[in-house]
């Protein structure tokens, strides 16, 4: 099993920044891909950005250049930099991994508010 921890979200105004971070541990050596979600209030929970085994990145467009994800090779933790917050970014931010064999791990979430 992996457990999953963010930290660093909160209050902000529009264009501000925010780093949320996630520390992971367990199994930690059968991540394959390291991600954030989010979910705003009454909506769907999207994904944000995802770091594959790879270490190819992939962001959703409402994000690209403004958010990036980021993390360490013994995938324990990641990181995810917003830059140019708006308030259409405020949601619920959850960190994501996916192991092999398939298992999808979550977070407990960390609430993001951006004001106008």
């Known amino acids: 099993q992996v457990q999953l921890v963010e930290s660093g979200g909160g209050l902000v105004q529009a264009g501000g920044s925010l780093r949320l971070s996630c520390a992971a541990s367990?199994?930690?050596?059968?991540?394959?891909?390291m991600g954030w979600y989010r979910q705003a209030a009454g909506k769907q929970r999207d994904l944000v950005a995802v770091i594959i085994s790879d270490s190819s990145t992939n962001y959703a467009d409402s994000v690209k250049g403004r958010f990036t994800i980021s993390g360490n090779s013994a995938k324990n933790t990641w990181f995810l930099q917003m830059d140019s917050l708006t308030p259409e970014d405020t949601a619920v931010y959850y960190c994501?991994?996916?192991?092999?064999?398939?298992?999808?791990?979550w977070g407990k979430g960390t609430l993001v508010t951006v004001s106008s």
């Open positions: 994501n991994a996916k192991t092999s064999p398939y298992v999808n791990y």
């Open positions: 367990g199994r930690i050596s059968s991540i394959a891909t």
